[in-house]
């Protein structure tokens, strides 16, 4: 996976946008944030970064959106919902950011734990 120069996983072709400015400085502060725990985000954890980022970025435009005096009330309840969604996810993936940053990139995929899971002790 592509990097910026501060180690922020590539989104856009132009991070030098308001969008990417934005996604730039929520990675950098997830990344950050880690350092200074004492805690490292392996490549194991770009994807997920990287999806997190654009999941922040989405929320924004939802918001815009939502606020937009253009929008009828009943758009305004449905981007309401979707942002309530997203919020979830944003929150799911940053958990996922942490196991992944605690084990520092000794974790293991979903089809192996699952096969753990299913053996017989």
């Known amino acids: ?8 996983p590539r989104a856009w072709r132009n991070h030098k ?3 990417g400015a934005t996604y730039r400085e929520y990675c950098q502060a997830i990344v950050q944030g880690f350092k200074r725990r004492g805690l490292s ?3 194991e954890g770009m ?3 990287k999806e997190a ?3 922040v970025i989405e929320l924004g435009r939802l918001h815009r959106d ?3 005096p253009r929008r009828t009330q009943l758009e305004r309840r449905r981007l309401r919902r979707e942002v309530r969604g997203l919020r979830v996810q944003l ?4 958990r996922r950011l942490e196991e992944i940053a605690k084990s ?15 053996m017989p002790e």
């Not at 929150?91 to 940053?94: K, P, Q």
């Not at 520092?104 to 299913?118: C, I, S, Y």
């Open 91 to 94: 929150v799911a993936l940053e």
């Open 47 to 49: 994807p997920t970064l």
């Open 104 to 118: 520092n990139g000794k974790t293991l995929d979903l089809a192996t734990a699952l096969a753990m899971q299913r």
């Open 66 to 68: 939502a606020q937009s």
């Open 1 to 8: 996976m592509r990097r910026l120069p501060s180690g922020v």
């Open 41 to 43: 985000l392996p490549k």
């Open 53 to 55: 980022g654009m999941v």
């Open 17 to 19: 946008t308001p969008e």
